[in-house]
């Protein structure tokens, strides 16, 4: 298993798109690694039937929606700016950090 750049948790900046330069938290990352969720981002109204079977009132909610990867960058808070990603081994562990710095992420 190779490590991903983008992780559950991360925060992470839009750099592309309608929601371009809005940031978040990601929720959790779907589709073999292929799209994210971000806390925030990329929200559908989606029309609910009721089913009361289950407990379900009817109506309009809101809907986070998955993001392609590739649209998206993890944020420095330092910088204040995307960021790209690399790694290196600190003390026999494999370590991500940012780029620009050279900082861990955190």
Do not use: W
């Amino acid at each position: 298993m190779s490590m991903k750049k983008i992780r559950k948790g991360d925060e992470i900046i839009v750099i592309t798109g309608k929601n371009k330069g809005k940031t978040g938290q990601v929720l959790q990352i779907v589709q073999d690694g292929d799209k994210v969720v971000i806390e925030g981002v990329n929200v559908a109204k989606k029309h609910v039937k009721p089913n009361p079977v289950k407990g379900i009132t009817g109506g309009v909610i809101d809907k986070t929606m998955p993001i392609h990867i590739s649209n998206v960058a993890i944020y420095n808070s330092d910088t204040k700016k995307a960021d790209r990603v690399g790694f290196k081994v600190e003390d026999g562990k494999k370590v991500r950090i940012f780029k620009s710095d050279g900082k861990l992420v955190s």
